[in-house]
């Protein structure tokens, strides 16, 4: 038989035909392999993904309350301990703030442009400024600076512990007879709560006087209905619940990524992935808007 009415012969010679023909061959392995691992899946190990998922969180919650303890014991502010605290709290805040100030100037305008517009079209002016002061400086830009933060400074420096822990440096320190918890993670810990609060209080001074001169201009004459209007929405209740949604989302972004994470039962501690740390973090956040809508406005 000759290659013309070889049909086989044929498919191979046509590097199209034998692409997809590759391609088939790896389906069809992938299948297979698929299948024994079907096979070869015990009940019980669909009972060990729970199992990790709570073991995960309770690490997640013994690290936080390590570092409340610490944050809380003089000792940890000896003055030993003041240069990795300045440089952490340094690292946090200030190669970050620019790019902060830019994004969350930007978007305050825009809101804010697009409200007092929307509001003067309906006949709505006098509701603008509670508005935007409900939607801007109580809600969005404290969620905007805690996933900020987690992005720039937390996540980062999760990831730089996480490989300290796998190259065993925090065991040799704490052999040394240092305490790592305290020397090395702690300041790190400090430095995203700091940056969450500084931020925070930051982009509202901002938002304020980006709204005040939208809606009254470089003048004086407005100011004592705006602080009296923006004094009604920060009543006792919005106040004390914007303190501590700030201080919790500060706590979150600090601790979580710096969090060990035990993957596997008896196995070392392994390098997390950013996907699901990420979702993790983010759904913690959203929890903690959530109890705050439901505090401000039920």
């Avoid at 936080?64 to 003089?74: D, I, R, W």
């Avoid at 946090?92 to 442009?113: E, H, T």
């Avoid at 430095?191 to 006087?209: E, N, P, Q, R, Y």
Wanted: glycine letters at 6%; a positive charge; proline letters at 5%.
């Amino acid at each position: 038989m000759t290659e013309a009415q070889n049909p086989s012969t044929r498919a191979t010679a046509d590097p199209v035909l034998a692409r997809f023909a590759r391609a088939g061959a790896v389906a069809s392995a992938t299948a297979s392999a698929s299948a024994d691992q079907l096979l070869q899946m015990a009940p019980a190990a669909l009972t060990q993904t729970p199992i990790r998922w709570l073991r995960g969180w309770w690490a997640v919650a013994q690290f936080g309350a390590q570092m409340l303890v610490l944050m809380l014991s003089p000792s940890s502010y000896r003055r030993s301990q003041h240069p990795a605290l300045y440089y952490q709290l340094h690292a946090a805040s200030v190669p970050i703030l620019p790019g902060f100030v830019a994004m969350s100037a930007l978007l305050s305008l825009v809101i804010i442009r697009i409200v007092v517009a929307t509001a003067q079209s309906y006949g709505l002016s006098q509701y603008a400024l509670d508005v935007l002061v409900r939607t801007l400086v109580l809600e969005l830009l404290p969620l905007l600076v805690a996933l900020y933060v987690a992005l720039r400074f937390t996540m980062p420096a999760g990831e730089a512990v996480a490989e300290l822990r796998e190259q065993g440096q925090l065991q040799a320190l704490w052999r040394a007879g240092g305490d790592p918890a305290r020397d090395v993670l702690l300041p790190r810990v400090l430095g995203g709560v700091f940056s969450v609060v500084l931020l925070a209080a930051l982009s509202a001074i901002m938002a304020l006087v980006m709204t005040y001169v939208t809606l009254y201009g470089f003048t004086n004459w407005g100011f004592a209905s705006y602080t009296r209007d923006v004094g009604q929405v920060f009543n006792p209740a919005a106040t004390v619940i914007l303190c501590m949604k700030a201080f919790f989302f500060s706590l979150v972004v600090a601790i979580l990524p710096l969090a060990p994470d035990p993957r596997h039962e008896g196995a070392s501690l392994q390098r997390r992935d950013e996907i699901s740390q990420l979702g993790r973090l983010f759904a913690l956040i959203l929890l903690i808007e959530v109890l705050s809508l439901v505090g401000n406005y039920y």
